[in-house]
């Protein structure tokens, strides 16, 4: 079993479509959770960035944490076809060493 | 600022070759690691630099290995090649080792193993 898992997808949404994405994990030292989303032919750059339980809030983007389930999740509100991207959940403990789910490949339909 | 940087960006080997990759980081980042990304694995943690030495390791083979110098460029070297190293070798940079320490990615090199 991955340490973290995320349904790869791939989600197809009509434009302005609120858009949810998430990964379980399995080890509880992780302390640190991020997304990053990847275009194509390109690296994976960072979107949200969060440390404790609860929602950070960052435009249209809005990443939860939820300790107890091991559960995270990112919601796009208003999404664009600019969105298209592959998101991707990372988790850190040690720094330097970040754990990918597999990544979820998202279509946004104007 | 300039961002992180990778050469070359694609390279075709055949099978039992050797292959080196390079990473300049951003300027005044002083750890860097590597990642191998897959269709079918993702993205897995190969090893990370900070002032030269291996601070950290994936669970990858021996053939690959990597090294970092005084000005915190890094290359990543894999030897005896199997078809199954084509993946995408991406390069991230963070100024320290501090989970909160953000890592910056590079576009990769993608290698194909013929």
């Known amino acids: 079993q991955k340490e973290v898992e995320q349904d790869p997808g791939p989600l197809s949404v009509p434009e302005g479509a609120i858009v949810s994405l998430n990964c379980t994990y399995s080890?509880?030292?992780?302390?640190?959770f991020m997304w990053y989303r990847q275009y194509s032919r390109k690296g994976p750059e960072l979107l949200m960035y969060?440390?404790?339980?609860g929602n950070k809030e960052d435009g249209r983007f809005t990443a939860q944490v939820d300790k107890s389930s091991k559960y995270i999740s990112l919601f796009i509100r208003d999404s664009q076809p600019s969105d298209s991207a592959t998101y991707l959940c990372a988790m850190d403990n040690q720094g330097g060493k970040l754990i990918f789910g597999q990544g979820t490949e998202l279509s946004v339909k104007p | 600022k300039a961002g992180v940087t990778q050469t070359p960006r694609y390279l075709i080997k055949t099978r039992g070759q050797q292959v080196t990759l390079s990473c300049s980081p951003i300027?005044?980042?002083?750890?860097v690691s590597w990642y191998q990304q897959t269709p079918g694995q993702g993205l897995q943690f190969l090893f990370e630099?900070?002032?030269?030495?291996?601070?950290n390791k994936g669970n990858f083979p021996g053939r690959f290995s990597g090294r970092q110098f005084s000005n915190s460029r890094s290359e990543m070297n894999v030897s005896t090649l199997e078809l199954g190293d084509s993946a995408l070798y991406l390069c991230a940079s963070s100024l320290n080792r501090a989970s909160t320490d953000t890592q910056y990615f590079g576009p990769g090199t993608r290698l194909t193993v013929l």
């Open positions: 300027s005044g980042h002083r750890s």
């Open positions: 630099y900070f002032s030269e030495t291996q601070r």
């Open positions: 969060t440390y404790s339980s």
């Open positions: 080890n509880s030292a992780f302390q640190y």
